[in-house]
Antibody, heavy 120, light 109 residues
Framework: QLQLQESGPGLVKPSETLSLTCTVS??????????WGWIRQPPGKGLEWIGS???????YYNPSLKSRVTISVDTSKNQFSLKLSSVTAADTAVYYC????????????WGQGTLVTVSS | DIQMTQSPSSLSASVGDRVTITCQAS??????LNWYQQKPGKAPKLLIY???NLETGVPSRFSGSGSGTDFTFTISSLQPEDIATYYC???????????FGPGTKVDIK
């Protein structure tokens, strides 16, 4: 059974960089049938796609966040990572990593999510 | 950018009722539309892909239809475990891009 697990600091100071890692187990991140993605959800609000990456390293970002986002992949560790720079309180959210099925661009497996709070 | 709207934003229905949620895209998206269920404190779960295809393991009381700009998600007989927020999600292939709708919260009356 595929599992995804987010990890990283739960508290980030304003203007600093948020860094999270997603570890994939029970399957290979190098599968040609999937992208891997990050989605966030501010408390009490809806879902926002942040960006996605293919195992080859090709990345696709939400245009509204593109200038601050970097997603990378480490196939040797079966992990992919998110960096979001210059954070503000508006970036406080639950951050999810998920597998994105290539054919329908549907997120079919999700991590449990991790709350990141931006505060001094 | 493609914008997604959902209606209603919330609804309350009785167990056994038929529940319908609509999702509208700001431009033609063919059938590039997926539906998710999110229960409180949990990650979303994929229910429907490509507008009308039921994900493996999802109960048959859930269904989806539509194409172009107008889409419908239906629960044929609402069950207590269906209490959740439901999101539509559109996708573009070239380049890959994803937008979620604002969500519809479903409660039991």
């Amino acid at each position: 059974q595929l599992q995804l697990q987010e990890s990283g600091p739960g508290l980030v100071k304003p203007s600093e960089t948020l860094s999270l890692t997603c570890t994939v187990s029970g399957g290979s991140i190098s599968s040609s049938s999937y992208y891997w993605g990050w989605i966030r959800q501010p408390p009490g609000k809806g879902l926002e796609w942040i960006g996605s990456i293919y195992y080859s390293g090709s990345t696709y970002y939400n245009p509204s966040l593109k200038s601050r986002v970097t997603i990378s992949v480490d196939t040797s560790k079966n992990q992919f990572s998110l960096k979001l720079s210059s954070v503000t309180a508006a970036d406080t959210a639950v951050y999810y990593c998920a597998r994105l099925r290539l054919e329908q661009l549907a997120f079919d497996y999700w991590g449990q999510g991790t709350l990141v709070t931006v505060s001094s | 950018d493609i914008q997604m709207t959902q209606s209603p934003s919330s609804l309350s229905a009785s167990v056994g009722d038929r529940v319908t949620i609509t999702c509208q895209a700001s431009q033609d998206i063919s059938n590039y539309l997926n539906w998710y269920q999110q229960k409180p404190g949990k990650a979303p779960k994929l229910l429907i892909y490509d507008a009308s295809n039921l994900e493996t393991g999802v109960p048959s009381r859930f269904s989806g239809s539509g194409s172009g700009t107008d889409f419908t998600f239906t629960i044929s007989s609402l069950q207590p475990e269906d209490i959740a927020t439901y999101y539509c999600q559109q996708y573009d292939n070239l380049p890959p891009g994803i937008t979620f709708g604002p969500g519809t919260k479903v409660d039991i009356k």
